[in-house]
């Protein structure tokens, strides 16, 4: 099993729709959780960092973190077609290596 | 402008030759990474450094060697010895304490 399993996708939406993105992980060390958005070859960047479970909100962009089921998500509400990319979660445990552990990603296309 | 930097965007390599990849930051960022993407996978860590003149294997090392002589740059030399190096490679670099990791655009190695 994956320390990090991600809905692959690809994922199809019109625009205005409201996205959910998920990934579950089975280590329970695990503390710090990020989403990535990735565009075609491109470089990722940070969408959102948390740490505690519950909601945490920017923009249109909300990530919800449940700890007691290893499930977080990633919400997009009012989807544009400029958000058509690819999703990363990222995991982090403590430590001084500060390694992240990354899902494989979703393809997300928000259609016009 | 701060940022990470990495060189060449696009790289062509015959068999057998070794291929050095840069990674340039000028965000006074302690540790620094590289990745490698395949398609339709996550990022797997090759080599991480956290302080100067110290590094790291990850979980895919084996055929790459890397050198930290400086804070603001860590290259990725892809050797002869790597069987598969076609990818798309991704350095990224966080500051000391933090899980957050900010990435460089990419380059991207086609082996002939």
């Known amino acids: 099993q994956k320390e990090v399993e991600q809905d692959p996708g690809p994922l199809s939406v019109p625009e205005g729709a409201i996205v959910s993105l998920n990934c579950t992980y089975s280590?329970?060390?695990?503390?710090?959780f990020m989403w990535y958005r990735q565009y075609s070859r491109k470089g990722p960047e940070l969408l959102m960092y948390t740490y505690s479970s519950g909601n945490k909100e920017d923009g249109r962009f909300t990530a919800q973190v449940d700890k007691s089921s290893k499930y977080i998500s990633l919400f997009i509400r009012d989807s544009q077609p400029s958000d058509s990319a690819t999703y990363l979660c990222a995991i982090a445990g403590r430590g001084s290596a500060r390694q992240l552990t990354f899902g494989s990603g979703t393809q997300l296309t928000v259609l016009p | 402008d701060g940022g990470i930097t990495q060189s060449p965007k696009y790289l062509f390599r015959k068999e057998g030759q070794n291929v050095t990849l840069s990674c340039e930051q000028n965000l006074n960022h302690d540790a620094m990474y590289w990745y490698r993407q395949d398609p339709g996978q996550g990022l797997r860590l090759i080599y991480y450094?956290?302080?100067?003149?110290?590094?790291q294997k990850g979980d895919i090392a084996e055929g790459y060697s890397v050198s930290r002589e400086k804070k603001e740059s860590f290259p990725l030399t892809v050797t002869s010895a790597q069987k598969n190096p076609t990818a798309f490679y991704l350095c990224a670099s966080s500051s000391g304490g933090t899980d957050t990791q900010y990435f460089g655009p990419g380059t991207r190695l086609t082996v002939l």
């Open positions: 280590n329970s060390a695990f503390q710090y």
């Open positions: 450094s956290q302080i100067v003149n110290d590094f």
